[in-house]
């Protein structure tokens, strides 16, 4: 059970650390004020694209680094009760 646990929490760390390079990559190309003409509005819209993207990554990766941090916390706690379960050695 523990070592089933553990390779959930493996998987879901391994996919958040992947979300939050992908967010980094995303995010260098977003640029903190925008100047446009009105002949460069498609740039707005790329813009506005991109940070919707940013804050959907965003929700995902507070949802998944929640979860690895509870399933941590159960792979702790599960750990802790197994080793005080055992029986004593003489």
């Given at each position: 059970m523990l070592s089933a646990l553990t390779l959930v929490w493996a998987v879901a760390t391994v996919i958040?650390?992947?979300l939050l390079i992908y967010r980094a990559v995303l995010g260098q190309h977003e640029g903190d004020q925008l100047f446009l003409s009105a002949g460069e509005q498609h740039m707005a819209e790329e813009?506005?694209?991109l940070v919707s993207?940013?804050?959907a990554i965003?929700?995902?990766s507070m949802i998944l680094g929640s979860?690895?941090?509870l399933l941590?916390?159960?792979i702790a706690g599960l750990w802790t009760?197994?080793?005080l379960m055992r029986p004593p050695i003489s």
């Open positions: 958040l650390i992947a813009q506005q694209l993207r940013l804050q965003g929700r995902y979860f690895s941090v941590l916390l159960v009760y197994q080793q």
